[in-house]
T-cell receptor, first 109, second 114 residues
């Protein structure tokens, strides 16, 4: 069964304390790995798409990487405004996205 | 402004009373989709539509119906809601299907079925 697992479920960081979020996936024929940010009471907001192992993408303090079994979202020197739930989703052959449950990130000043 | 809109944003109803949640996008996207989000389970796809008059089941379609008569609209219909359909619902759209395309999400509809 296709599955996407995110860890940790929740993460508390001090401002400036870098860390990584993990997304492991087991889907048949990965076509893409998506990262989204979701703020309370809002819909997910697209961050990155990764298509092949070894690929990396960056946006401000965020950097996403992909291996054959997992993806990491690295957060460098986070700020309180980076606090949100981060979702990853794996796209399999066909037109279906399988989402993970998310990691709740809290950054304290 | 490019956006996906949903109405209503909040809805409280009773078991068995038919309801419709509307979704509209102004980006001329072909692909539209409905998800439900429950604590600890993440987003699960209910139905999706590749284009007008083309719809297909996602992971959790039971108890839901959809229609796609116009490109911009993709309503979600609950013919006989039950308490286990209490959830946060999101509509999303993308230009040409999920493959290689970013999905844009609406603001969500929070539904409570008593």
């Amino acid at each position: 069964e296709d599955q996407v697992t995110q860890s940790p479920e929740a993460l508390r960081l001090q401002e400036g304390e870098s860390s990584s979020l993990n997304c492991s996936y087991t889907v048949s024929g990965l076509r893409g790995l998506f990262w989204y940010r979701q703020d309370p009471g809002k819909g997910p907001e697209f961050l990155f798409t990764l298509y092949s192992a070894g690929e990396e993408k960056e946006k401000e303090r965020l950097k996403a990487t992909l291996t054959k079994k997992e993806s990491f979202l690295h957060i460098t020197a986070p700020k309180p405004e980076d606090s949100a739930t981060y979702l990853c989703a794996a796209m399999e052959y066909g037109n279906k996205l399988v989402f993970g449950a998310g990691t709740i990130l809290r950054v304290k000043s | 402004e490019a956006q996906v809109t949903q109405n209503p944003r909040y809805l409280i109803t009773v078991t068995g009373k038919k309801l419709t949640v509307t979704c509209s996008q102004n980006m001329n996207h072909e692909y539209m989709s409905w998800y439900r989000q429950d604590p600890g389970l993440g987003l699960r796809q209910i139905y999706y539509s590749m284009n007008v008059e083309v719809t297909d089941k996602g992971d959790v379609p039971e108890g839901y119906k959809v229609s796609r008569k116009e490109k911009r609209n993709f309503p979600l219909i609950l013919e006989s809601p039950s308490p286990n359909q209490t959830s946060l619902y999101f509509c999303a759209s993308s230009r040409t299907g999920v493959g290689h395309e970013t999905q844009y999400f609406g603001p969500g509809t929070r539904l409570l079925v008593l």
